[in-house]
């Protein structure tokens, strides 16, 4: 059931692919274990709502990446994900969006007609 004093403010992260980034001073997948390890740490401190790759779903390309945070303010979200690797190191860049979700899982299904 809907219940309106049930809101928790948040921020979509869409993580997007820099344009002829710098070079990495270390193997991609060493790199990517940095990231992976930053998404658990968000996980681990109760940041994370969801998160996982932007993938074409005919072509498998990879677009980038998308990152839900449980976060206040646009400047705490900015604050946060420059901690991610990708972002530090200007391999990739965020755009956000804020977003009130009010519609939670543990909500019962809709009765069907």
């Known amino acids: 059931m809907y219940d309106p004093s049930r809101k928790e403010q948040c921020f979509i992260c869409l993580i997007r692919k820099v344009p002829n ?31 996982g790759p932007a993938r074409d779903p005919e072509t498998g390309e990879h677009q980038g990446s998308i990152i839900i945070l449980r976060c206040a303010t ?17 391999q990739r860049r965020a755009e956000y969006t804020p977003w009130l979700r009010m519609w939670f899982e543990d909500d019962p299904p809709a009765k069907k007609a």
């Open 74 to 90: 646009r400047a705490e979200a900015e604050r946060i994900l420059g901690e991610d690797p990708n972002i530090r190191y200007g």
């Open 21 to 51: 980034p710098p070079p990495l001073h270390m193997p991609e997948d060493e790199f990517h274990l940095l990231h992976r390890a930053f998404v658990q740490s968000l996980s681990d401190r109760k940041l994370l709502l969801s998160s």
